[in-house]
C-alpha cells in the first residue's frame, strides 16, 4: 500500500479544498497521512480512516526559533513515517517540508497558492527559500501564471510543473441559487482575514464613499482578525451603519446566496477560492486585477476588475455595477456559474494530482523493483 502525506498549515485547507482528493485517495487504497496543527475538521478525515499529526505552528510568524522547532516536527514525523509522496500546501509546509524532503529523498508535490509580491532584501530572502524548498519537487502546482513564469525563472524551468485552476470548486457543494429578485438593499460581502494585505483599508474608504451615495448598499463582512488594530474601526462604522460585521462563518453557502456580489481587494492570492465560490453559485465578483484573481473573472461579463490599491477605480466598479438592472446583474451571475464548469471545477485539480501521485509511485515502484 502506497503512503500520501499532505502537510498543510490548517485543518480547514483540507477539509474545504482537498476532501475529494483525500477520499479518493483512500478509495483507490492509499495509506494517507494528515499534519497540521489539530482543529475539528480533522476528525472527519480521521474518521474515514486517515491518520493524523498534531504539531505546533505559527503559520505567519517570523520567530526563528519557532520555526527551527517546526522544521524539526517536520523531520521527525518524514523519517517516521517514510511516505512515497509528500503533498505540501500554503508558503511554510511548502517551503520547509519541501527542504527536507528533498534531502530525505522524499518525492514531494509543491502547492504555494501564490507570491508576496516584497521588495529589497526580504524579496532577496524569499526568492532564496523558494530554490531551498522547491528545486527538488516531482512536481509543482502553479495556481495562476504569474506564480508559474516567477517560480520557473528561479528555479530555471528544471523542475516538472502541472498549472491547476487553483483548489478548483466543488460546484455541487457550490450549486447555483437563483440571483436576489430584489434590489431594495443589495448586499456585498468581502469575505477574507481581516488584514492589510486583504485591502480592507480600501474596502473600508470604498464602503464609505459608496454609502454616501447609495442608500441601499450593505457591505458584509466575513472572516477572522488578522490585525486587531482594525477592530475597533469596524466596530464603529458598524454602529454607523457603513458596514456590518458578518464574523466568522465555516459555512459560507448561505451568506453567498443572501447577496448580490462579492469585493475582493486582495493584493496577493494564489487562486482565490472566494472568487470561486461566489461565481459557482451564481453571483457576479469584483476583485483587484492580480493574479489568482482576474483569471475567475471576466471584466464586463462576469463581474468587474479594478486597480490594485486604488480606491477609486474600485469605487467606480461598484458604481458600475449598482448602475446596473437586476436582469443584468442576473445575467452575470449566470455566466460566471457557466465560466466556474468549463474552467474551474474541482474534478479537475483532482484528477491532476491523481495522475501526478500515480506518476511518482509508479516510478518508485520501479526502482525499488530494479534494485
Known amino acids: 500500500m502506497n503512503k500520501v502525506m499532505l502537510i498543510s498549515s490548517k485543518d480547514y485547507n483540507f477539509y474545504n479544498f482537498r476532501s475529494e482528493l483525500i477520499i479518493e485517495l483512500l478509495n483507490l487504497s492509499y495509506e494517507v ?3 497540521c496543527p489539530y482543529g475539528k475538521k480533522i476528525d472527519y478525515f480521521t474518521d474515514k480512516g486517515c491518520r ?7 503559520r505567519r510568524g517570523k520567530n526563528v526559533f519557532k520555526d527551527l522547532k517546526l522544521l524539526s516536527t517536520y523531520n521527525e514525523i518524514l523519517k517516521l513515517e517514510k ?3 509528500v503533498l505540501t500546501y500554503t508558503s511554510k509546509p511548502s517551503i520547509y517540508a519541501g527542504y527536507l524532503c528533498g534531502r530525505l529523498k522524499i518525492p514531494y508535490i509543491v502547492n504555494n497558492a501564490g507570491l508576496m509580491e516584497t521588495k529589497g532584501f526580504f524579496n532577496l530572502f524569499m526568492k532564496l527559500l523558494y530554490i531551498i524548498g522547491w528545486s527538488k519537487a516531482s512536481c509543482i502546482m502553479y495556481q495562476n501564471r504569474r506564480e508559474h513564469e516567477v517560480v520557473n525563472r528561479l528555479l530555471k524551468n528544471k523542475v516538472h510543473y502541472r498549472d491547476i485552476p487553483g483548489s478548483g470548486v466543488n460546484l455541487k457543494e457550490f450549486s447555483f441559487k437563483e440571483y436576489p429578485v430584489c434590489d431594495d438593499v443589495i448586499i456585498f460581502n468581502y469575505v477574507a482575514r481581516i488584514g492589510k494585505i486583504k485591502g480592507i483599508e480600501e474596502l473600508i474608504e470604498c464602503a464609505k ?6 442608500d441601499n448598499v450593505q ?4 472572516g477572522d482578525y488578522d490585525d486587531e488594530k482594525y477592530r475597533k474601526e469596524i466596530e464603529e462604522l458598524a454602529e454607523q451603519g457603513i458596514l456590518k460585521y458578518g464574523g466568522i462563518q465555516l ?3 448561505p451568506y453567498i446566496k443572501a447577496a448580490h456580489a462579492v469585493i475582493h481587494p486582495s493584493y496577493y492570492e494564489g487562486m482565490t477560492n472566494v472568487i470561486l ?3 459557482a453559485v451564481g453571483r457576479p465578483c469584483i476583485g483587484s486585477d492580480i493574479p489568482g484573481i482576474k483569471e475567475g473573472i471576466d471584466n464586463g461579463k462576469t463581474g468587474f476588475l479594478f486597480k490594485l490599491r486604488n480606491v477609486d477605480d474600485m469605487v467606480s ?12 446583474k442576473r445575467e452575470m451571475g449566470c455566466l460566471a456559474r457557466k465560466k466556474m464548469e468549463k474552467e474551474f471545477s474541482r474534478e479537475i485539480v483532482t484528477n491532476i494530482y491523481l495522475e501526478e501521485i500515480k506518476r511518482i509511485t509508479k516510478y518508485v515502484s520501479d526502482n525499488v523493483k530494479t534494485l
Open 33 to 35: 497521512v494528515l499534519v
Open 52 to 58: 493524523f499529526f498534531n504539531i505546533e505552528m505559527d
Open 219 to 222: 457591505f458584509v463582512l466575513y
Open 317 to 328: 466598479a461598484v458604481q458600475r455595477f449598482l448602475d446596473l438592472p437586476n436582469l443584468k
Open 251 to 253: 459555512d459560507m453557502k
Open 277 to 279: 465560490e461566489h461565481s
Open 83 to 85: 511516505p512515497d509522496v
Open 209 to 214: 464613499q459608496i454609502k454616501e451615495k447609495y
